[in-house]
């Protein structure tokens, strides 16, 4: 597709469950972002991705947040044990070395209950 | 690291006024400035951006403006219209392409 590519849209999990979200960004974009956004708040930066670097891990709030980028394309984020306070919408961007405005996907909504 | 600040949170303005959101920066590397509004339900959209090689750009209704001696840039809406009604995000890069957001303005425009 042309766009950042989310799936799922929506997901609904119990709490302690493990989830896995995932992101396709614009083919040939090197870098890739995770964002996190509460219900009216901002964008709370997650991880950053950018090309064979090492990931910038800095903005994972807690060791049962992780992500892969595998081959440099298709990145999951993975969250362990969910805990009601990660239900949030988890945004995806990417972007082009050359180009550095990042495009953004609709984004995963995560309900645990 | 980088630290963005946006403000005022929130605006309210009626149709055809105009609209002004600010951005400070703290990192003098930082050379590249986008903005974001983001409609109820949806990521994020790239609306304007602007590189540290020039002090305004405009497209239609918007312009931003880029001081990079006081590090604030600056987006500007004109002519306001109910359909502008959204959040938007200020950003600027560091280090090796990283864009770091400020922490938005809801905008809300009255027909």
């Known amino acids: 597709g042309a766009g950042v590519s989310q799936s799922p849209s929506n997901k609904v999990t119990e709490k302690g469950k493990d989830v896995e979200l995932r992101c396709d960004p614009i083919?040939?974009?090197?870098?890739l972002y995770w964002y996190r956004q509460s219900l009216g708040q901002g964008l709370e930066f997650l991880i950053y991705?950018?090309?064979?670097?090492?990931?910038?891990k800095s903005g994972l709030p807690s060791d049962r947040f992780s992500a892969e980028r595998t081959g440099g394309s298709v990145s999951t984020l993975t969250i362990q044990r969910t805990q009601q306070e990660d239900s949030a919408v988890y945004l995806c961007?990417?972007?082009?070395?050359?180009?550095?405005?990042?495009?953004f996907g609709q984004g995963t909504r995560l309900t645990v209950v | 690291g980088e630290n963005v600040e946006q403000h005022p949170s929130t605006l309210s303005v009626q149709e055809g006024d105009s609209a002004v959101i600010k951005c400070t920066y703290s990192?003098?590397?930082?050379?590249?400035f986008p903005w974001y509004k983001q409609e109820l339900g949806k990521g994020p959209q790239l609306i304007i951006d602007?590189?540290?090689?020039?002090g305004e750009k405009k497209d239609q209704r918007i312009a931003v403006t880029l001081n990079k001696t006081a590090k604030h840039f600056s987006l500007h809406i004109t002519e306001t219209q109910p359909e502008d009604s959204a959040v938007y995000f200020c950003a600027a890069n560091t280090g090796f392409q990283k864009l770091v957001f400020g922490t938005g303005t809801r905008l809300l425009v009255s027909p």
């Open positions: 083919s040939g974009h090197t870098a």
């Open positions: 602007i590189r540290s090689n020039v």
């Open positions: 991705f950018q090309g064979n670097s090492a990931p910038d």
């Open positions: 961007a990417s972007s082009n070395t050359g180009n550095l405005g990042a495009f």
């Open positions: 990192d003098s590397a930082s050379n590249y």
